[in-house]
């Protein structure tokens, strides 16, 4: 079921019933002020970003299942507000990490340091989610150990602590999943998934989230749709779907990717 509905977010979510979304995903207005060639953007300012996502994210954490996840992405201008409307919200506890995606995207300055990350707020509703690590692992499907003996291992480790002795254990073909992913590049003018939204993120971004967070027959929602990368996403790994977006080229777009 993939479902794509062109209105405000706030309505969507007010129609939905709690408890129903197994994982939230949401590349969110990033308090630029820019009027972007498909949308305008929020002011960044503390009272506008807070008027705009305290009543959402508390609508998402209604629909939210206990045992759910949600993703935000951002950049530097808000992560410090939204960490703490979601702390307020989802409760400190259930912060779990903040993952970095790491990008190198035309649009260079010899004035500053250059921007090319953003930034991926994780947190759960509870002490109990889904994680599927082995289907996240870096360079491989199946997460696979073997004992570190004298050969040298080119991939990632984990050391374990056991009657004060330490072991090294490797994973065969890869490394566990870290909170920085510097693997996926921008989506560049010249490639097959541009969809001529602006902002539109990689398809293989997502889905690493998805994987990670979700599983086969899952509800997934993303309430700040654009491109409709998500759904697509969900439509390829046989996850249910359900998003909006109040621009109607973005919906035409979404319903474009996911179409059978």
């Known amino acids: 079921m993939i479902k794509i509905e062109c209105c405000d977010n706030l309505k969507l979510m007010g129609r939905m019933d709690s408890e129903s979304v197994d994982l939230i995903y949401c ?44 993703y935000l992405q951002m950049d530097t201008r808000i992560n410090h507000w939204l960490r703490c409307i979601l702390d307020d919200i989802f409760g ?94 921008y989506i560049s003018r010249d490639n097959k998934e541009l969809t001529g939204y602006a902002t539109q993120k990689p398809k293989a971004l997502i889905e690493r989230l998805v994987k990670a967070s979700s599983n086969e027959g899952d509800l997934v929602a993303d309430f700040y749709g654009g491109s409709f990368t998500t759904a697509e996403v969900c439509k390829d790994l046989n996850r249910n779907f359900i998003g909006c977006d109040i621009s109607e080229k973005a919906v035409a777009i979404g319903l474009e990717r996911t179409k059978y």
Request: glycine residues 6%; without cysteine; aromatic residues 16%.
């Open 27 to 70: 590349d969110i207005l990033y308090g630029t002020g820019r009027k972007f060639k498909d949308y305008q953007d929020l002011k960044p300012k503390r009272e506008v970003i807070e008027e705009h996502y305290i009543p959402r994210i508390k609508e998402m954490h209604r629909i939210l299942k206990d045992t759910g996840s949600i």
């Open 92 to 185: 400190y506890d259930n912060f779990r990490t903040e993952l970095v995606w790491l990008y190198n995207s035309q649009g260079k300055t010899n004035k500053e340091w250059n921007k090319k990350h953003d930034h991926i707020l994780y947190y759960t509703k509870s002490k109990k989610w889904t994680f599927n690590a082995k289907d996240v692992v870096d360079g491989i499907s199946d997460l696979t150990y073997k004992r570190f003996k004298k050969e040298i291992d080119t991939y990632g480790y984990y050391t374990v602590l056991k009657n004060g002795k330490r072991t090294k254990y490797y994973l065969e073909n890869g490394s566990l999943p870290k909170d920085w992913h510097d693997d996926i590049t």
